[in-house]
Protein backbone atom coordinates (compact mmCIF):
# COMPACT_ATOMS: atom_id res chain seq x y z
CA UNK A 1 0.00 0.00 0.00
CA UNK A 2 1.21 3.66 -0.44
CA UNK A 3 0.92 5.68 2.25
CA UNK A 4 0.01 9.56 1.93
CA UNK A 5 0.80 11.96 5.31
CA UNK A 6 -0.42 15.40 4.64
CA UNK A 7 0.89 18.74 6.20
CA UNK A 8 0.94 22.25 6.04
CA UNK A 9 -2.71 23.37 7.00
CA UNK A 10 -3.98 25.78 8.93
CA UNK A 11 -5.70 29.31 9.68
CA UNK A 12 -5.08 32.11 7.63
CA UNK A 13 -6.52 35.16 6.50
CA UNK A 14 -8.34 36.00 3.25
CA UNK A 15 -5.75 37.05 0.80
CA UNK A 16 -2.92 34.62 2.53
CA UNK A 17 -1.30 32.01 1.70
CA UNK A 18 0.02 28.58 2.25
CA UNK A 19 1.45 25.63 0.82
CA UNK A 20 0.70 22.12 1.72
CA UNK A 21 2.41 19.14 1.32
CA UNK A 22 1.56 15.34 0.99
CA UNK A 23 4.69 12.72 1.71
CA UNK A 24 4.27 9.46 0.05
CA UNK A 25 6.00 6.42 0.80
CA UNK A 26 6.53 5.75 -3.13
CA UNK A 27 6.42 7.28 -6.39
CA UNK A 28 3.04 7.65 -8.07
CA UNK A 29 2.73 9.66 -11.44
CA UNK A 30 -0.92 10.35 -10.86
CA UNK A 31 -1.73 12.40 -8.06
CA UNK A 32 -4.23 15.23 -6.85
CA UNK A 33 -5.42 17.46 -4.34
CA UNK A 34 -9.25 17.27 -2.93
CA UNK A 35 -10.67 19.49 0.05
CA UNK A 36 -14.39 19.16 1.72
CA UNK A 37 -15.90 21.82 3.42
CA UNK A 38 -18.47 21.25 5.88
CA UNK A 39 -21.61 19.61 4.65
CA UNK A 40 -20.62 19.47 1.07
CA UNK A 41 -18.42 16.83 -0.94
CA UNK A 42 -15.46 15.85 -1.72
CA UNK A 43 -13.95 18.28 -4.44
CA UNK A 44 -11.00 17.74 -6.71
CA UNK A 45 -8.98 21.00 -6.71
CA UNK A 46 -6.07 20.02 -8.96
CA UNK A 47 -3.92 17.20 -9.87
CA UNK A 48 -1.43 16.00 -12.10
CA UNK A 49 -1.34 12.91 -14.29
CA UNK A 50 0.68 10.78 -16.70
CA UNK A 51 2.49 12.86 -18.91
CA UNK A 52 2.71 15.52 -16.52
CA UNK A 53 -0.78 16.40 -17.55
CA UNK A 54 -2.24 19.37 -15.22
CA UNK A 55 -5.94 20.13 -14.21
CA UNK A 56 -7.06 22.92 -11.83
CA UNK A 57 -10.76 23.22 -10.75
CA UNK A 58 -12.11 26.75 -12.26
CA UNK A 59 -12.56 28.11 -8.79
CA UNK A 60 -8.53 27.57 -8.09
CA UNK A 61 -7.26 28.76 -11.39
CA UNK A 62 -4.81 31.51 -10.70
CA UNK A 63 -4.18 30.90 -7.46
CA UNK A 64 -3.15 27.31 -6.48
CA UNK A 65 -0.29 25.49 -7.90
CA UNK A 66 0.16 21.72 -8.20
CA UNK A 67 3.24 20.58 -8.12
CA UNK A 68 5.76 17.15 -7.44
CA UNK A 69 9.34 16.38 -6.07
CA UNK A 70 9.70 12.48 -7.12
CA UNK A 71 12.75 12.74 -5.92
CA UNK A 72 11.40 13.50 -2.24
CA UNK A 73 8.39 12.11 -3.27
CA UNK A 74 5.83 14.92 -2.01
CA UNK A 75 3.16 16.34 -3.73
CA UNK A 76 2.68 19.89 -2.80
CA UNK A 77 -0.18 22.92 -3.70
CA UNK A 78 0.84 26.43 -3.36
CA UNK A 79 -2.55 28.35 -2.34
CA UNK A 80 -2.33 31.87 -2.67
CA UNK A 81 -4.86 35.11 -2.49
CA UNK A 82 -6.93 32.76 0.06
CA UNK A 83 -10.89 32.99 0.37
CA UNK A 84 -13.67 32.40 2.87
CA UNK A 85 -14.72 29.37 0.52
CA UNK A 86 -11.55 27.60 0.06
CA UNK A 87 -12.19 26.45 3.81
CA UNK A 88 -12.23 22.47 4.28
CA UNK A 89 -10.14 19.37 4.73
CA UNK A 90 -7.47 19.34 2.21
CA UNK A 91 -6.55 15.28 1.41
CA UNK A 92 -4.14 14.42 -1.25
CA UNK A 93 -4.78 11.05 -3.39
CA UNK A 94 -2.61 8.84 -5.71
CA UNK A 95 -3.74 6.66 -8.42
CA UNK A 96 -2.14 3.67 -10.18
CA UNK A 97 -2.42 3.50 -13.54
CA UNK A 98 -2.49 5.85 -16.72
CA UNK A 99 -4.74 8.98 -16.77
CA UNK A 100 -3.90 12.13 -18.12
CA UNK A 101 -7.70 13.29 -19.13
CA UNK A 102 -8.35 16.82 -17.04
CA UNK A 103 -11.73 15.81 -15.95
CA UNK A 104 -11.17 12.39 -14.67
CA UNK A 105 -8.28 13.36 -12.78
CA UNK A 106 -10.34 16.01 -10.72
CA UNK A 107 -12.87 13.21 -9.83
CA UNK A 108 -12.34 10.81 -7.10
CA UNK A 109 -13.00 7.28 -8.91
CA UNK A 110 -9.82 7.26 -10.10
CA UNK A 111 -7.60 7.50 -6.61
CA UNK A 112 -6.61 4.32 -4.93
CA UNK A 113 -4.67 5.86 -2.01
CA UNK A 114 -6.30 9.01 0.28
CA UNK A 115 -4.27 10.65 3.03
CA UNK A 116 -6.11 11.66 6.02
CA UNK A 117 -6.68 15.45 5.59
CA UNK A 118 -5.17 18.58 6.52
CA UNK A 119 -7.75 21.64 7.76
CA UNK A 120 -7.14 24.34 5.81
CA UNK A 121 -9.39 27.49 7.64
CA UNK A 122 -9.57 31.15 5.77
CA UNK A 123 -11.24 34.03 7.71
Known amino acids: DVQLVESGGGSVQAGGSLKLACRTS?????MAWFRQAPGEERTGVAAIGSENTFAYADFVKGRFTISKDDAKKILYLEMRNLKPEDTGIYTC?????????????????????WGQGTQVTVS
Open 93 to 113: AAARGWWADTYVLLGPHIYDY
Open 26 to 30: SRINV
